[in-house]
Every structure is written in structure tokens, then in C-alpha cells.
């Protein structure tokens, strides 16, 4: 039944939550800004703003669309997926995609432009990371600002995707 139902369901219920997904990668998008504009002022980076920003604003935005629509678009049309798995594997992806992924790519990024123009002294051998961390270990707390947020639109987005999914395969199911 299900099959049949997905046959019926046509091309229209496929992009009922298109906006909240995109929405979802622009919320990504300005959390890469965001943590990139923290690194590079804890990093005082003042080179090369263009070449880091494109980076850390397209690459969560694709990530997110991407990682959303294989994990929880496709998971819904094929019938494999309950409500709370829904909702958590979205919650997941504006965690991961939406502010771990930017936040360490603006990191690394910009931890290669402050060693590369000499910005910050560089730290003992080995100890590279953990010199980084401990220089921007205050910013560093204005990124759960995007992480309360991307998790609560994450709940939000899962529950609306799911309940259009529901209401569609509904009427699909009354038409029969």
C-alpha cells in the first residue's frame, strides 16, 4: 500500500517543506558566518575574508539540504521512519551540519590564515589545537547561541515535515 501510495503522491507533496529545508541551510549558513567571524577575530585575521566566508557559508548550506533530504525527506517517502526518529534525526543534522561542521571549518580555515600571515605566535610543537582552543575559549561560548537555535528549528522543521507527510499520505489514502 504504501508504494501505491507513494505512486499517487505525485511531485507536489515532495516540495511542501522545500522552504523549511532551505531555511534550515541558511540557519546553517550565518552559524558558519557567525563562528568565522569569532575565529577571525580571536585569530585577528584580517586577510583573505572573502575566500573563508564563501567557504564556511555554502559548504553548511549544501551540507544541511543534502544530509536533510537523504536522512529525513527520503526516509519519510519510502514509509521508514516514525515521528520521534524524525524529529531527532533533524534535531541531529542542525547539530552536526548546522553548527559542529561550520564551526570546525571556520577553525581550521582560519587557524591556517593566522599561521600563515603570523597573527598569533605560534604555540609549541604538538600542542596546536589545544593553543588555539585556549586562545579563543570565551568567543568560543557565543556559538551556543546557534546551537540552541539550529536545534530547536531542527524539532520544529521534523515536526512539520512529518505532519505534511501525514496529512498528504492522508488524503491520498481517503481519495482510494
Known amino acids: 500500500m504504501q508504494v501505491c501510495c507513494r505512486s499517487r503522491l505525485g511531485k507536489r507533496p515532495r516540495t511542501l517543506n522545500v522552504y523549511g529545508t532551505v531555511?534550515?541551510?541558511?540557519?546553517?549558513?550565518?552559524?558558519?558566518?557567525?563562528?568565522?567571524?569569532?575565529?577571525?577575530?580571536?585569530?585577528?585575521?584580517?586577510?583573505?575574508?572573502?575566500?573563508?566566508?564563501?567557504?564556511?557559508?555554502?559548504?553548511?548550506?549544501?551540507?544541511?539540504?543534502?544530509?536533510?533530504?537523504?536522512?529525513?525527506?527520503?526516509?519519510?517517502?519510502l514509509g521508514n521512519i516514525s515521528r520521534e526518529n524524525c524529529v531527532l534525526r533533524s534535531s541531529l543534522i542542525g547539530i552536526v551540519c548546522g553548527v559542529l561542521y561550520p564551526t570546525g571549518l571556520a577553525f581550521s580555515k582560519t587557524g591556517r590564515l593566522a599561521v600563515k600571515y603570523h597573527t598569533v605566535p605560534l604555540p609549541p610543537k604538538g600542542r596546536v589545537l589545544l593553543y588555539w582552543f585556549l586562545l579563543c575559549q570565551t568567543e568560543i561560548k557565543a556559538m551556543m547561541i546557534p546551537l540552541v537555535f539550529q536545534t530547536a528549528f531542527g524539532i520544529f522543521n521534523g515536526l512539520r515535515h512529518y505532519e505534511i507527510f501525514e496529512s498528504t499520505l492522508e488524503k491520498t489514502v481517503h481519495d482510494d
Open 23 to 77: 531555511f534550515f541551510g541558511t540557519a546553517a549558513s550565518f552559524s558558519g558566518m557567525l563562528a568565522n567571524f569569532i575565529f577571525r577575530h580571536c585569530f585577528k585575521v584580517k586577510h583573505d575574508a572573502l575566500k573563508t566566508y564563501a567557504s564556511v557559508t555554502a559548504l553548511p548550506f549544501l551540507s544541511t539540504i543534502v544530509a536533510y533530504k537523504f536522512l529525513v525527506t527520503d526516509a519519510l517517502y
